[in-house]
């Protein structure tokens, strides 16, 4: 049984990026940490309650990994 990634949990992640994006793209640090935090969160607690599958998981962490090793050095 092949199940997908609930559309509102891939709509909620795809936002919170969308949002990191933006905020990367305009210069806003502090927003765009807020963002990334934010997206680490969501998978977090995804991930703990059983609401994403590992699958899943593991291609949002990945994306969120890029960003945090981009922006480690985002400091004002």
């Known amino acids: 049984m092949i199940t997908m990634l609930k559309r509102s949990i891939r709509l909620e992640l795809?936002?919170?990026?969308n949002e990191l994006k933006?905020?990367?793209?305009?210069?806003?640090k502090d927003l765009a940490h807020d963002a990334l935090k934010k997206l680490h969160a969501t998978l977090d607690d995804y991930k703990n309650n059983g609401t994403i599958k590992e699958k899943d998981y593991?291609?949002?962490?990945?994306?969120?990994?890029?960003?945090?090793?981009?922006?480690?050095?985002y400091h004002h």
């Open 22 to 28: 933006m905020n990367l793209a305009n210069n806003y």
């Open 58 to 73: 593991m291609k949002y962490k990945k994306i969120a990994d890029e960003y945090s090793d981009k922006m480690a050095d």
């Open 14 to 17: 795809d936002a919170i990026l």
